[in-house]
């Protein structure tokens, strides 16, 4: 059975940092594109950040690049989400999310590319102004 376990999330003031991680089993992990996505109360789920199987390529919403890094560890089963320089609108559940079909990121993966693929139940970052 997959399972995706968030874990990191916390409060944290405008322009700090804060780094989300999440734990894969049940799934062949080091074949599986994987991605971040988050939403806010009252707002649509928003894609934030893929990441290929073997790691080499990623890709970002535009209201994070620059800020946020994904990146992952196959050998550990980890994918992590370094978040900079974090503003009061990233305040959200953030959830990973695998792509159990694919191992790369596709140039429409923030909208349907993970819908058929295995989520986890997020973690809550909020930021403070």
């Known amino acids: 059975q997959v399972q995706l376990v968030e874990s990191g999330g916390g409060l944290v003031q405008a322009g700090g940092s804060l780094k989300i991680s999440c734990t894969a089993s049940?799934?062949?992990?080091?074949?599986?594109?994987m991605a971040w996505f988050r939403q806010a109360p009252g707002k649509e789920r928003e894609g934030i950040s893929c990441?290929?199987?073997?790691?080499?390529?990623?890709a970002y919403a535009g209201s994070v690049k620059g800020r946020f890094t994904i990146s992952r560890d196959n050998a550990e089963k980890m994918l992590y989400l370094q978040m900079n320089s974090l503003e009061p609108e990233d305040t959200a559940m953030y959830y990973c999310?695998?792509?159990?079909?694919?191992?790369?990121?596709?140039?429409?993966?923030?909208?349907?590319?993970?819908?058929?693929?295995?989520w986890g139940q997020g973690t809550q970052v909020t930021v403070s102004s």
């Open positions: 999310a695998a792509d159990l079909q694919g191992g790369v990121c596709s140039g429409s993966w923030h909208k349907g590319q993970f819908n058929s693929g295995s």
């Open positions: 990441i290929s199987y073997h790691g080499y390529h990623s």
């Open positions: 049940g799934l062949n992990f080091g074949s599986a594109a």
